[in-house]
């Protein structure tokens, strides 16, 4: 069996993860991921970059921002290569995070049920109307659903 080099090639950590070789170089410049040069100044990258390229990859497809993928990855170790107990860790402390986002979803999900699907465009019924703006005292946007406020009953 050959022997595995220990440092990857930003063309190699491409063609294992997908990612293009610019996201790389743009989550290296967000400091998401570090890399050492050799001494022709070329990235390499360590094996364990792969699964935090993979973490990082999969987070943006779930919408987290790259504030909270950054404060995640912080939570793992620099000085070695994170073991299944680190990422377990980290794991359970997103699932609030996760979490929340799933809730978010679906109240969009459910009351755009409500409003689309019925088709009525009429005020008098409509699931999202919003009586003498209700929603203002909640704060700003799109409050019945960013949290879990109750649509006001029509009366």
Known sequence: MPKLRSLLSIGDVARRTGASVSAIRFYEDKGLLTSERNSGGQRRFQ??????????????KLGLSLADIRSALETL????????????????EMRETIDARIGMLERLRDRLDGCIGCGCLSLDVCQ???????????????????????????G
Do not use: H, M
């Open 47 to 60: 094996r364990s970059d792969l699964r935090r390229l993979s973490f990082i990859l999969v987070a943006q």
């Open 77 to 92: 170790p620099g000085a070695r290569t994170p073991t299944k107990a680190d990422w377990s860790r980290l794991s359970r």
């Open 128 to 154: 999202l109307y919003n009586p003498e703006d209700q929603a203002a005292e909640t704060g700003a946007g799109a409050r019945f659903v960013f949290t879990s406020v109750q649509v006001p009953e029509r």
